[in-house]
T-cell receptor
Framework: AQSVAQPEDQVNVAEGNPLTVKCTYS??????LFWYVQYPNRGLQFLLK??????LVKGSYGFEAEFNKSQTSFHLKKPSALVSDSALYFC??????????????FGKGTKLSVIP | KAGVTQTPRYLIKTRGQQVTLSCSPI?????VSWYQQTPGQGLQFLFE???????NKGNFPGRFSGRQFSNSRSEMNVSTLELGDSALYLC?????????????FGPGTRLTVL
């Protein structure tokens, strides 16, 4: 079974400072990893994904994530936080194989608050 | 391309009633997945449909069911509503041909059961 852990329920960061939202995963085989963001009363928006290749993945709105296979982690990062980045962030994993199922397994989410 | 649309956006029902939610995927997408989001349980997978066939199902009681039509539009139905069914129900679409495809989410349907 695949699983995702986001160890922090909430992350607070000052505007202009770098931010990191942590994610670790458990899956058989090589994973497909995704980050989504959710603003209040909205659906999830795709930020970025890791499939294969370069461990540093760049995505939307200046976000990037680093895949670390030995630590089974996929932390989301941004060099300089904006107040508008305040939202709920979800990490998700999908095993690349399995009887045609493309189910995503999500972490519990991390609430990011960027303080002006 | 238009995004994923879900109707209705808000619903208020009473215990024991049934409800049907609708999802229209992005044009060309053949996979539609449904998720339930609650503050306590987070995002939980309900089921996935691909080309009118249920490809996978989450751990929910049989009161939760779904279907997909030939135009890829999908509906989910919840019968005999319980208070605990109050949640945001999210639909997501993708091409469905590779696990590397990201899913695109609709705005959700907020269901309140009284």
């Amino acid at each position: 079974a695949q699983s995702v852990a986001q160890p922090e329920d909430q992350v607070n960061v000052a505007e202009g400072n770098p931010l990191t939202v942590k994610c670790t995963y458990s899956v058989s085989g090589n994973p497909y990893l995704f980050w989504y963001v959710q603003y209040p009363n909205r659906g999830l928006q795709f930020l970025l994904k890791y499939i294969t290749g370069d461990n540093l993945v760049k995505g939307s709105y200046g976000f990037e994530a680093e895949f670390n296979k030995s630590q089974t982690s996929f932390h989301l990062k941004k060099p300089s936080a904006l107040v508008s980045d305040s939202a709920l962030y979800f990490c998700a994993v999908r095993a690349p194989s399995g009887a045609g199922s493309y189910q995503l397994t999500f972490g519990k989410g991390t609430k990011l608050s960027v303080i002006p | 391309k238009a995004g994923v649309t879900q109707t209705p956006r808000y619903l208020i029902k009473t215990r024991g009633q049934q409800v049907t939610l609708s999802c229209s995927p992005i044009s060309g997408h053949r996979s539609v997945s449904w998720y339930q989001q609650t503050p306590g349980q987070g995002l939980q997978f309900l089921f996935e449909y691909f080309s009118e066939t249920q490809r996978n199902k989450g751990n929910f009681p049989g009161r939760f069911s779904g279907r997909q039509f030939s135009n890829s539009r999908s509906e989910m139905n919840v019968s005999t509503l319980e208070l605990g069914d109050s949640a945001l129900y999210l639909c997501a679409s993708s091409p469905g041909t590779s696990g590397a495809n990201e899913q695109f989410f609709g705005p959700g349907t907020r269901l309140t059961v009284l």
